[in-house]
């Protein structure tokens, strides 16, 4: 397996059923274009230097860790104290539940790691827990200690393997009625719903990730290119054209007569619904 070094090593419970595991990250950040800071003369990387605003620059073992519980206030916490609380690992993913993908709100799912079995050994206890999962159609959820923090995973079969993705806690995700409770309660107009359904209908497609590209990096890859090369370029991004829309029926009917027609094709895997158990 040419898959890099994995992010976690250990083992994956079910009741007795254990096998050993290993979490690969199954995203890459690697193609993000990454910018150092120059001097804008000799072009020479730079240093940061740490400064106190009294002493100036000051070597970093007089660095300590301090949480602001107020502004300019802190509490000074020490690196054995924060080494007391840490978390062991048991290196073990228990599953603890499991429930349906459709109960866990969308916010909360964080990041996605391929869950894989250690070894030739591991390969038909894993087998047995993912597809007694695909079965049931149910997600499992466990615990699992990476970079000293614990995280609840979230574990689904796919394809031949699983995927476990870490999720959020309750605390990281804030609530949505702070932001949509002052949305005035409008009753739309039902003719109009009609309409811009339609233009939902002729926009429909399969979902295929390779046509969503992130154009402003493609824009600054072609001008890293360019200057490469020696060449001058200066890249523009022209902002869509400003609409002062009066007529709101109007604009939907004109949407919906340059809408272009629905396409028939099949839909790919990745937009298959996730199986239900069957009742």
């Known amino acids: 397996m040419a898959a890099g070094r994995p992010t976690w090593q250990g083992h994956l419970r079910l009741s007795l059923v254990t096998c050993p595991v290993a979490l690969f990250t199954a995203t890459d950040s690697q193609g993000d274009v990454r910018f150092n800071m120059l001097h804008k003369t000799t072009h020479n990387r730079i240093r940061m230097v740490p400064t106190d605003p009294d002493l100036g620059p000051i070597e970093r073992a007089d660095i300590v860790k301090g949480y602001a519980y107020e502004r300019d206030q802190y509490v000074v916490i020490t690196q054995d104290e924060i080494d007391s609380v840490r978390l062991e690992s048991t290196r073990t993913i228990d599953i603890e539940r499991f429930v349906s993908a459709a109960e866990i709100d969308r916010l909360y799912w964080d990041n996605p790691y391929f ?49 476990a993705w870490s999720l959020r806690t309750h605390r990281e995700v804030r609530d949505a009625a702070d932001y949509f409770d002052d949305i005035p309660d409008l009753k739309a107009d039902p003719a109009m719903i009609q309409i811009a359904q339609k233009i939902i209908e002729q926009k429909e497609g399969p979902f295929d990730p390779e046509q969503f590209n992130d154009r402003y990096e493609d824009a600054l890859r072609d001008l890293i290119a360019e200057k490469r090369k020696g060449k001058g370029r200066q890249v523009t991004v022209e902002a869509p054209e400003e609409t002062n829309v009066v007529d709101l029926m109007e604009a939907l009917r004109r949407s919906l007569g340059d809408a272009p027609k629905p396409r028939k094709t099949a839909r790919s895997k990745a937009s298959k619904p996730a199986r239900k158990k069957a009742s």
């Open 115 to 163: 869950l894989v079995p250690d070894g030739k050994l591991a390969a038909e206890a894993y087998a047995v827990i993912r597809e007694a999962m695909r079965k049931e159609g149910q997600v499992a959820l466990g615990r699992v200690v990476m970079h000293q923090r614990e995280r609840l995973l979230a574990i689904e079969p796919r394809d031949n393997g699983m995927v």
